[in-house]
C-alpha cells in the first residue's frame, strides 16, 4: 500500500516523537512491519457492563480486528463513554453530546486512517456518528443487534412495549404482582439491545438505510453467528474505505437523510429518530429541518413489529430485514452513495420477504400514511412530533381541556390521586422535562394513565410535553414541544382547564387561550433555577439546543477536519 496515510504523521516519523509513539505501542507485541504505513483502523467500541444493550461489543470487537488484518490494516480497538438507556440517571440522552466528544476528541487525537463505531444501545450510535462526522475519517458501524424474542407463558413478549403494558395491567388489578416480576427475567433472554422496534433498532435500520453500515447491520440478532461474520466484513471493507478516502461526508448526504426519514416511516421507527438525525446533519452541514420530517408522512407502515405491530426484530430478520423494506421503497429512494461506494438501491438487490405479514407491502401496509407527523401552533411555534402508527386514531383529531403536571414529581406524586380531576378526554400535559429542564430530555412523554381511569379501562390518552418517549412506547404522545417549558416556550404558560386543539392530519397543536391573556402570563412566568451549577451538566444547560435543532451543543455544531500537527514532548 503506498498512499501516505494520516497515521504516518505518528507513527512514520524517524525522530524522537516517531520512537515515542512506535516503542510504547509495542510494549503490547506488536512487531515493527505493523508501522509500515498500512491503514490504522480504530474500533471505536462502547462496551460496558452498565450498557447491556453493548454487552456483546467485545466480542464483536475480535470479528472487526480479523477483518481488518485480512484486509492488511492495522487494528487497534479503544474505549469510548458508553450509554446505558435503562441503566443511567436522569437520562442517557444528558450523555449523548458527551459521548460525541469523547469520540470526536480521540479520532481526532490518535494515529488512525478510519474508524469502526461499535454502538447499540440508543445513544450510542447517533453519539458515535456525530463524533466521527465532526471528524470526517472514512467510517462504518456495526451494531450490537437485538436480543431475542422475549419469552413468557408460552408467548413472545417484547422489551419496552410490554413493561409500559404490563405495568398497566398492575395498575388496573388486572395482572398481578408476581406474574409482573416472573416475566422479567423472560423479558430479556440474550445480549443485544431491545427487540422491539425502538430507538436501538430503529437507529440501527436508519444507519443501514442511510448506507453507514454493510446491509443487514440492523436486524440479526445479537447472538446469530451471521453477526460476528458481519464484524469480520466490516473490519475488511473500512480498509477498503480508506484506500477510497471514502468518508462520512460523501456518504450522509441529503438524500440519504431523506432516505432514513422514509425508511423510519415504512419501519413504525422511533420518535428519537428526529432529534438525533437533526443533530447529525447539523454535524455533516446538511440542512434538515423538521419540516423534511413530513416525507415520511404519506409512507405507508410495511414493518408489523412492536410497538406498532405485533412482532418482534428476530422476526424481522428472518423475514428478510432492511433490504426487504428498501425493496419495497423502490422508486421512492433517493439516489445516495453508501459505505460499500455504490448506490443504495444496491442494498436492496436479491432481497427476498419469507414473510408477508412480519413485513408488508407497499399494496397489503399495516397502515396507511402512517409516517411522524409534525404539529405546529402556538403550544409548539417551533414544532412538535407524534407518531400515528403508535396512537390511537380517533385521538389524532381532538379538543378538551388539559390537565398539567408542573414536573415530573407533581406527576409522580399525583398521577394516582382518586380525586384528580380527569376525564377520558382530558389532554394530560407536562413541564419540565425539556432539554435545558429536566435535563436531558428524558422519555417521560408517555405518562401513566390516571389511576382512576385505568381502572376504568382507559389504555390511551392525548399526552403532550418537551421530553421524548422510548421508542418501545407507544399512545397518542405529542412529544418535543419546542421551545420547552423551561426556555419560555408557550408550554409553559398553560393552566389546567386551558382547551387545546390537536389535528395530525392539520398538523396543528393550539392552545386556546386568547393572546393578551397568553402575555399576561408570559410576563408574570419566572424560570425554574437550574437543577446543576457545575460540571458537565451546566456546561451541557448553558449550550444546549431546542429540540427541533437536534439539541446538539450549540458549539458542536458542524466539524473541524484540521490535521493536528502540534507534539506532546
Not at 422479567?184 to 427487540?195: D, Y
Not at 475488511?236 to 423510519?264: G, H, Q
Amino acid at each position: 500500500m503506498t498512499n501516505e496515510k494520516r497515521n504516518r504523521g505518528w507513527y512514520g516519523k524517524l525522530d524522537k516523537d516517531g520512537f515515542i509513539h512506535r516503542s510504547w505501542m509495542k510494549n503490547q507485541g506488536f512487531p515493527d512491519h505493523v508501522f509500515d504505513g498500512r491503514p490504522v483502523i480504530g474500533i471505536c467500541n462502547t462496551w460496558s457492563e452498565l450498557t447491556p444493550c453493548n454487552s456483546g461489543l467485545r466480542d464483536l470487537a475480535e470479528g472487526v480486528k480479523r477483518g481488518v488484518w485480512e484486509a492488511g490494516g492495522f487494528p487497534v480497538e479503544f474505549p469510548v463513554m458508553s450509554l446505558g438507556e435503562t441503566q443511567m440517571k436522569p437520562t442517557a440522552m444528558l450523555f449523548r453530546n458527551l459521548l460525541a466528544m469523547d469520540v470526536e476528541e480521540s479520532i481526532r487525537a490518535y494515529g488512525m486512517d478510519g474508524v469502526v463505531l461499535l454502538g447499540g444501545c440508543d445513544k450510542t450510535t447517533p453519539g458515535q456518528l456525530m463524533g466521527a462526522a465532526s471528524v470526517d475519517l472514512p467510517s462504518i458501524v456495526v451494531s450490537s443487534g437485538p436480543m431475542l424474542n422475549g419469552k413468557w407463558k408460552g408467548q413472545d413478549i417484547g422489551s419496552g412495549t410490554d413493561v409500559w403494558k404490563f405495568s398497566e395491567q398492575v395498575r388496573a388489578g388486572e395482572m398481578t404482582l408476581q406474574d409482573f416480576m416472573n416475566a422479567e427475567s423472560g423479558m430479556s433472554r440474550s445480549k443485544g439491545v431491545c427487540m422491539t422496534m425502538g430507538t436501538a433498532s430503529t437507529m440501527a435500520s436508519l444507519v443501514e438505510a442511510m448506507g453507514m453500515s454493510l446491509p443487514t447491520n440492523a436486524a440479526l440478532p445479537a447472538v446469530d453467528a451471521r453477526r460476528m461474520a458481519l464484524a469480520h466484513m466490516t473490519g475488511k471493507r473500512i480498509v477498503e474505505m480508506v484506500e477510497e478516502d471514502l468518508k462520512p461526508s460523501d456518504i450522509l448526504t441529503k438524500e440519504s437523510f431523506e432516505n432514513a426519514i422514509m425508511t423510519n416511516a415504512a419501519v413504525g421507527g422511533s420518535t428519537n429518530a428526529v432529534v438525533h438525525l437533526l443533530a447529525l446533519a447539523g454535524r455533516v452541514g446538511v440542512d434538515l429541518s423538521l419540516k423534511d420530517f413530513e416525507l415520511g408522512g404519506e409512507i405507508p407502515l410495511l414493518v408489523n413489529c412492536m410497538p406498532s405491530g405485533k412482532y418482534l426484530m428476530e422476526d424481522f430478520c428472518y423475514a428478510g430485514g432492511v433490504p426487504v423494506v428498501l425493496k419495497e421503497l423502490g422508486d421512492r429512494l433517493r439516489s445516495a452513495t453508501t459505505c460499500l461506494g455504490g448506490d443504495i438501491s444496491v442494498y436492496a438487490d436479491g432481497a427476498e420477504c419469507y414473510n408477508d405479514d412480519v413485513i408488508r407491502s407497499m399494496e397489503n401496509p399495516l397502515k396507511p400514511a402512517a409516517g411522524l407527523r409534525v404539529l405546529r401552533g402556538n403550544l409548539a411555534p417551533n414544532g412538535a412530533i407524534v407518531k400515528p402508527s403508535a396512537a390511537t386514531d380517533a385521538l389524532l383529531e381532538h379538543e378538551a381541556e388539559a390537565y398539567v403536571f408542573e414536573s415530573i414529581e407533581d406527576l409522580k406524586a399525583n398521577i394516582d390521586n382518586e380525586d384528580l380531576p380527569v376525564m377520558p378526554d382530558t389532554i394530560l400535559v407536562l413541564k419540565g422535562c425539556g432539554p435545558k429542564g429536566y435535563p436531558g430530555m428524558p422519555e417521560v412523554g408517555n405518562m401513566p394513565i390516571p389511576g382512576k381511569l385505568v381502572k376504568q379501562g382507559v389504555r390511551d390518552m392525548i399526552r403532550v410535553s418537551d421530553a421524548r418517549m422510548s421508542g418501545t412506547a407507544y399512545g397518542t404522545v405529542i412529544l418535543h414541544v419546542s421551545p420547552e417549558a423551561n426556555a419560555g416556550g408557550t408550554l409553559a404558560l398553560v393552566k389546567t382547564g386551558d382547551r387545546i386543539r390537536v389535528s395530525a392530519s392539520r398538523g396543528e397543536l393550539e392552545l386556546l387561550v386568547d393572546e393578551a391573556e397568553l402575555e399576561a402570563r408570559r410576563a408574570a412566568w419566572e424560570p425554574e433555577p437550574p437543577h446543576y451549577t457545575r460540571g458537565y451538566a451546566k456546561m451541557y444547560i448553558d449550550h444546549v439546543l431546542q429540540a427541533d435543532k437536534g439539541a446538539d451543543l450549540d458549539f458542536l455544531v458542524g466539524k473541524d477536519t484540521r490535521p493536528v500537527t502540534r507534539e506532546s514532548h
